[in-house]
């Protein structure tokens, strides 16, 4: 009864404050609500609106879970933490709630009773709405010994039902997880972490803290890159729950404007074309376009001009090096203008030289003193007849803005599309002596339109080609924050980034990675996967391997040891399938038991899809207000027409209260297929059922 009492007051105090920092909340949302309602005329002042705008969405987002937790600091200081900041109204030192992401309340998520960084204690707040829920009080003392933060909180979240969309985590991380959201972005951080390790939830954070601490991140956006679709939408509302708006989110498979996938291809072929030896093949294939150095004859107000070789040879030197080839294109144009127009004064000036000898004697004999004053004293061609600079200049202007000079210029150095130089796959081919006889043919005999390995290739020419107008006006500039910023960027293909999240980067080739570090140049660049998921056609079996061609051994590693999601039961059946797909890695250590063991049924082949079927649902029955998910080989998904069915592939990064996994030796004999089973076998949370086909 004392216990209880206990708890109810401390419930009742933690309302209190919860219901303080609801109602300062509301207070500064209504003062940014009012200071948003008065137009802004001024750039300065639409720049602070952008600002406040930001904010303003921020805090209307964060009613859900406001507060989650305190510290007790071992001098007296009690500090409630929250998914924003907030100060008293009195603008005291001491905020009256710390973010998250704030440098202070990271002892939240790294004080162990080992290390307790000046705190004797640690609370999570559960809350509903706007009522608080239940407490867990976690000592720094070292009555404890887990190795988890929050211990209770932790495993409540994991035993929730899902609910088929991924939410927030920053109530519950784990000092592990919160090291690497908090690392460093100067460079490029691969994280490898087994199923259930949380990588998606540590790079989604990672994403909110790096915006939060480095603004100017906001100016340029972050892109989110996921392996699919439907792995997008499962992860959509995370960063907008933590307030961040100004986030790209793509496929590489998407990355291009205006470029749709629209065939599968053999895994042969994707591997082929993954190489990073395609970049240099691309580079010297563009280079073999150039125009070549040659006399250029044009024609101008009915007189023909001709510009040397030698002159072109030059103009040619000092456009094309460092250059795409549309703006050398553009550059050397330029230069053009100005020859053809120093062509004609020089051709003006022969031809007066060459006038009748005498003519200035006939002039001289003029007597000047019968000719009266006729105006201001003339100038330029006025007077001897030859063009003075700023006439050049303005026969220069004149020839830039001439249709024929521009045809002339399109007929010799042609604009290009990255899409018709691709389709030539066997000239292609010819520029990438790396490539054996055989795999020549197969990428000669390529069918028309683009599977997903054509859009790095594509994404590599577009760079090379560049803009063919030069480019854009704001190319490298800062743009208001949140969705506007986003949006400009996602319709750009040369738009940099401030940094970029790959998720399930294990999947990527290295054309793949070259495309990435092309949105982010300063190589500011988080990549989180599992090397033993790995199911692309490519060969690497390391994460040295996988990022060599692109980052050398200039990248940090990081690593993920705890699996929270799969229960131990479930990861206990992974051991032979890894030592079958060739791991060189240590699983995850699983923390958390279901109590429920994994099951098997046998099942004829005919009777297959029936008993898929009846198990799916009684398998929802068993898990009302939860997810249930099937999982298959490839080809057994036509059989299964009816069912939520996906592959292995499919079903990564996803996660399920249980999973029926169908035909699992049919996903073995599989390509990478032990990769695949490995990924299939640790999408629950609860209970993992088999349909064996005898």
């Known amino acids: 009864m004392q216990r209880h009492d206990a708890r109810d007051r401390i419930i009742a105090e933690e309302q209190q404050f919860l219901d303080g920092a609801a109602a300062r909340r509301e207070q500064w949302a209504g003062q940014l609500g009012a200071e948003l309602a008065v137009d802004a005329a001024e750039p300065l002042e639409r720049a602070r609106h952008d600002m406040l705008r930001q904010q303003f969405e921020e805090f209307r987002r964060a009613g859900d879970g406001l507060v989650f937790g305190r510290l007790d600091a071992a001098d007296g200081t009690i500090r409630h933490i929250g998914r924003i900041g907030l100060r008293h109204e009195d603008e005291g030192d001491e905020p009256l709630l710390l973010d998250w992401r704030a440098p202070a309340a990271r002892p939240f998520y790294t004080a162990t009773a080992v290390e307790p ?237 060459e006038m009748e000898e005498g003519f200035e004697d006939i002039l001289a004999r ?126 750009r293909r040369d738009w940099v980034y401030g940094h970029v999240v790959v998720d399930e980067a294990q999947e990527l080739s290295e054309m793949q990675w070259l495309m990435v570090l092309r949105r982010c140049p300063g190589r500011s660049i988080t990549a989180v996967g599992d090397i033993d998921q790995t199911e692309a056609a490519h060969r690497h079996t390391s994460w040295a391997e996988a990022v060599r061609a692109v980052f050398g051994d200039r990248w940090t590693a990081a690593e993920l040891t705890v699996c929270y999601r799969t229960p131990r039961e479930a990861m206990e059946l992974t051991g032979p399938v890894l030592a079958k797909a060739g791991s060189r890695n240590t699983p995850p250590r699983a923390v958390r038991s279901s109590g429920i063991l994994p099951w098997q049924r046998r099942v004829a082949p005919g009777e297959l899809a029936a008993v898929a079927a009846r198990t799916l649902e009684e398998l929802r029955d068993r898990w009302p207000g939860g997810t249930v998910g099937v999982i298959a080989p490839a080809a057994r998904i036509a059989e299964l027409a009816g069912l939520p069915v996906l592959t292995a592939p499919e079903s990564k990064g996803l996660e399920w209260d249980a999973t029926l996994l169908v035909d699992p030796d049919g996903i073995a004999a599989e390509p990478r297929g032990w990769n695949g089973l490995y990924v299939a076998l640790t999408r629950c949370t609860q209970e993992l059922g088999r349909l064996i086909v005898t």
């Open 366 to 491: 003029i007597d000047r003193t019968a000719v009266p004053a006729c105006g201001p004293a003339a100038t330029g061609s006025d007077v001897d007849g030859l063009l003075s600079e700023d006439e050049i200049e303005e026969l220069r202007e004149r020839i830039a803005e001439d249709p024929a000079i521009a045809r002339f210029v399109e007929a010799w150095w042609p604009t290009l599309d990255p899409r018709e130089l691709l389709s030539d796959r066997p000239r292609l081919a010819g520029f990438a002596p790396g490539l054996r006889p055989e795999e020549a043919e197969v990428m000669s005999a390529e069918p028309p339109g683009w599977s997903s390995s054509d859009i790095p290739l594509l994404d590599a020419l577009a760079e090379l080609l560049g803009e063919q107008t030069g480019p854009p006006a704001d190319a490298g500039t800062t743009a208001p924050q949140g969705e506007v910023v986003a949006d400009r960027a996602r319709a």
């Open 117 to 353: 960084q000046g705190q004797v204690r640690r609370r999570h707040i559960r809350t509903s709405g706007s009522t608080v829920t239940g407490v867990d009080d976690e000592p720094l003392d070292g009555t404890t010994g887990s190795g988890l933060v929050g211990e209770g909180a932790l495993l409540a979240a994991l035993d929730q039902r899902r609910t088929g969309r991924m939410s927030t985590a920053i109530a519950t991380l784990q000092r592990e997880q919160d090291e690497i959201i908090r690392a460093g972005a100067n460079g490029p951080l691969i994280v490898q972490g087994g199923p259930g390790t949380g990588k998606t939830v540590v790079a989604l954070h990672r994403v909110a803290y790096l915006l939060f601490t480095h603004r100017r991140l906001a100016e340029q956006a972050v892109l989110v890159l996921g392996p699919s679709p439907r792995f997008l939408d499962y992860i959509a509302q995370v960063l907008p729950a933590l307030g961040e708006t100004a986030v790209v989110s793509a496929t590489c498979d998407t990355l291009l404007p205006g470029i749709r996938v629209t065939r599968n291809e053999e895994r042969r072929t994707a591997e082929i074309k993954g190489r990073a030896l395609w970049q240099p093949a691309l580079e010297r294939y563009v280079a073999s376009l150039l125009p070549r150095a040659q006399d250029l004859k044009l024609r101008w107000e009915g007189d023909f001009y001709v510009i040397s070789a030698a002159a072109v040879e030059r103009a040619l030197a000092t456009a094309v090096p460092g250059r795409s080839y549309h703006r050398a294109r553009s550059v050397f144009a330029d230069h053009l203008h100005h020859l053809l127009a120093e062509a004609i004064a020089e051709q003006r000036e022969a031809m007066l030289n």
